[in-house]
């Protein structure tokens, strides 16, 4: 791959992004933990998001020792909201064996930083870069959208293959006296300026040397194929309340979806019609329902990446009759307000207070 503009362009893109760049908490470090924080959290999240967590996440945690050995509920609560919560597990078993194995100093190069646990090549990217001005490619979707407009890359970025090119390419044009400097830039011009629809190619600084401007295709790239479809699960959520006025709640598998997150029963509906899925929830959680306190407390959807939950929630009132299954337990309103609850929950819980 050859581009003969790349002098031209690293120099404009790294003083329009001197210039323009948006002031972030993160960028007023060279700390290689604080940075590796705030990129987990960017990981598909909104940086208006990430933002307030970060301040919070970091006053709680300011040192790797601080989170390598946090409990992991403390951890999960402090993560509560900002979703993907694998993320903050991963993150933590990565700290822990920095601090282990590395006498708390992350690995400066990519073959050390990417056995971590959680860093894939983007993250180590943007460590290496930004923390240690190594001139190392750190592609994500903005990346990949700004140069495939600029080289008029026509390959599809849905493909795991792809991102070999558009590393390549950034390998070609990284600047390599500011590599932190430039790999933000191409990640703000994709955020700001070089958007998925609309571009603002007129605002923006390196349009004298973008192959889709002159073009006049730039709106048409990147190319992308659609996921594939969505799917959909219906739950009966049980909101049960004892005669003492607590909660039931369970706590989710170690593995899979919101590990370890806390929530009210759900009841997964396939066939079975109210009735069914109310027996099914009496046996299942060891409880008789007394009595229906609000049967459409709340109906809702939440919406993951590759899942929608549709939801109709009913407030019931119990009886315990035999022990309540591993995992499970009836909590006040103040007591679960100090667990880790995913985002469907704290809806739940909002109505509740």
């Known amino acids: 791959m050859k581009y003969?503009?790349?002098?031209?362009?690293?120099?404009?893109?790294?003083?329009?992004?001197?210039?323009?760049k948006r002031d972030l908490p993160w960028r007023r470090t060279s700390d290689p933990y604080k940075i590796w924080v705030s990129e987990v959290m960017l990981q598909q999240t909104r940086v208006d998001t990430v933002i307030p967590y970060y301040n919070r996440f970091l006053e709680k945690y300011p040192t790797m020792?601080?989170?390598?050995?946090?409990?992991q509920e403390e951890l999960l609560k402090?993560?509560?909201?900002?979703?993907?919560?694998?993320?903050?597990?991963?993150?933590?078993?990565?700290?822990?064996?920095?601090?282990?194995?590395?006498?708390?100093?992350?690995?400066?190069?990519?073959?050390?930083?990417?056995?971590?646990?959680?860093?894939?090549?983007?993250?180590?990217g943007a460590i290496l870069s930004i923390a240690y001005n190594k001139p190392e490619h750190a592609v994500d979707g903005n990346v990949m959208r700004v140069l495939s407009r600029v080289l008029h890359i026509k390959e599809d970025i849905a493909l795991p293959k792809t991102r070999k090119t558009f590393e390549e390419a950034v390998d070609m044009l990284i600047h390599p006296n500011q590599p932190g400097d430039f790999n933000q830039a191409l990640m703000d011009l994709?955020?700001?300026?070089?958007?998925?629809?609309?571009?603002?190619?007129?605002?923006?600084?390196?349009?004298?040397?973008?192959t889709a401007f002159h073009e006049g295709d730039a709106d048409q790239l990147p190319?992308?194929?659609?996921?594939?479809?969505?799917?959909?699960?219906?739950?009966?959520?049980?909101?049960?309340?004892?005669?003492?006025?607590?909660?039931?709640?369970?706590?989710?598998?170690?593995?899979?979806?919101?590990?370890?997150?806390?929530?009210?029963p759900m009841i997964e509906i396939e066939k079975e019609n109210t009735s069914e899925t109310r027996k099914k929830f009496q046996s299942l959680y060891n409880v008789k329902?007394?009595?229906?306190?609000?049967?459409?407390?709340?109906?809702?959807?939440?919406?993951?990446?590759?899942?929608?939950?549709?939801?109709?929630?009913?407030?019931?009132?119990?009886?315990?009759?035999?022990?309540?299954?591993?995992?499970t337990n009836f909590f006040t309103l103040e007591q679960i307000a100090q667990l880790p609850l995913p985002v469907p929950m704290q809806k739940i819980l909002k109505v509740l207070n």
């Open 289 to 327: 329902i007394e009595s229906c306190l609000n049967e459409n407390l709340l109906t809702f959807k939440h919406i993951f990446s590759h899942l929608v939950w549709e939801m109709d929630c009913t407030l019931v009132k119990v009886e315990q009759t035999a022990n309540l299954p591993e995992n």
């Open 4 to 20: 003969q503009h790349t002098e031209q362009f690293r120099q404009n893109l790294v003083d329009w992004f001197n210039q323009e």
């Open 190 to 210: 994709g955020a700001m300026i070089c958007t998925p629809t609309s571009p603002k190619c007129l605002l923006c600084p390196v349009r004298e040397y973008c």
């Open 65 to 71: 020792q601080s989170l390598a050995y946090a409990p």
């Open 223 to 264: 190319i992308k194929t659609k996921k594939t479809k969505t799917k959909k699960i219906q739950f009966h959520v049980y909101v049960a309340k004892d005669a003492s006025g607590r909660y039931l709640l369970e706590r989710r598998s170690s593995e899979g979806l919101l590990a370890d997150m806390w929530q009210f």
């Open 78 to 124: 402090m993560w509560e909201g900002l979703g993907y919560y694998s993320r903050a597990r991963n993150l933590q078993s990565g700290v822990k064996e920095v601090v282990e194995k590395y006498d708390s100093q992350v690995p400066n190069n990519r073959h050390d930083i990417s056995k971590l646990k959680g860093v894939g090549p983007y993250t180590a």
